[in-house]
Every structure is written in structure tokens, then in C-alpha cells.
Nanobody, 124 residues
Framework: QVQLVESGGGLVQAGGSLRLSCAAS????????MGWFRQAPGKEREFVTS????????YYANSVKGRFTISRDNAKNTVYLQMNSLKPEDTAVYYC?????????????????WGQGTQVTVSS
């Protein structure tokens, strides 16, 4: 089992940057694929990006491709989401998720463990 804690959210102006972190407990972090999802007010949760256990395979939603970068440091049990060129439509609660088995996925139902979320607000 793994516990996830997100940090790094906040308020930023359009065009700005933020870096989210997700710290995982446990010694088996390397066996999990990690994903970031987000949920805006009144909308369903949506996939943002994911990374496999070794970090050499990543997926991105079209809406963030070229602006967001996911990475992981298995020595620190942490996954990161670097968000650049932020837009007001990126405003949402961002959730970190872990999937057993190491292969990443676009689908939220594939992830067994979830963090509490961190708010990102982008002002215009």
C-alpha cells in the first residue's frame, strides 16, 4: 500500500509556472506507475499525464502536451509535475495517483491509490 501527499499548488497568473510534487510513502514506489489527474469545478476528473515505473515512458493529455512535464525520482519516492505557460483553463484540483504494476495508463480506474489533491488556480 502507498500513501500519497501532493504539494506545490497555488495561485499564479496566466503564463506562469508551478511545480507540483507528490511524495509517496513505502519502499515499493518503484513498482508503481504514477499519474496526475485534475478536476475543475463542475467537471469530471480528467487525465493529465502519467509515467511508468522507470520514467522512460510518459503519456500526456493533448491539452497539456508541450506545456507540462512529468518526472519522477525513485530515490526520493517523489513524482513531479512541472507546469509552464499556465492558462485559466488549467485551474483545478490536481490529484496524484499510483498504479500497481509499473505500467502507466490514461484511465483513472487503473489507479488504486490517490492523494488528497492540491488546488491550482490560474488567473487571467
Amino acid at each position: 500500500q502507498v500513501q500519497l501527499v501532493e504539494s506545490g499548488g497555488g495561485l499564479v497568473q496566466a503564463g506562469g509556472s508551478l511545480r507540483l510534487s507528490c511524495a509517496a510513502s513505502g519502499r515499493t514506489f518503484i513498482t508503481y506507475a504514477m499519474g496526475w489527474f485534475r478536476q475543475a469545478p463542475g467537471k469530471e476528473r480528467e487525465f493529465v499525464t502519467s509515467i511508468n515505473w522507470s520514467g522512460d515512458n510518459t503519456y500526456y493529455a493533448n491539452s497539456v502536451k508541450g506545456r507540462f512535464t512529468i518526472s519522477r525520482d525513485n530515490a526520493k519516492n517523489t513524482v513531479y509535475l512541472q507546469m509552464n505557460s499556465l492558462k485559466p483553463e488549467d485551474t483545478a484540483v490536481y490529484y496524484c495517483a499510483a498504479r500497481e504494476g509499473g505500467r502507466n495508463s490514461y484511465t483513472d480506474s487503473a489507479y488504486s491509490y490517490w492523494g488528497q489533491g492540491t488546488q491550482v488556480t490560474v488567473s487571467s
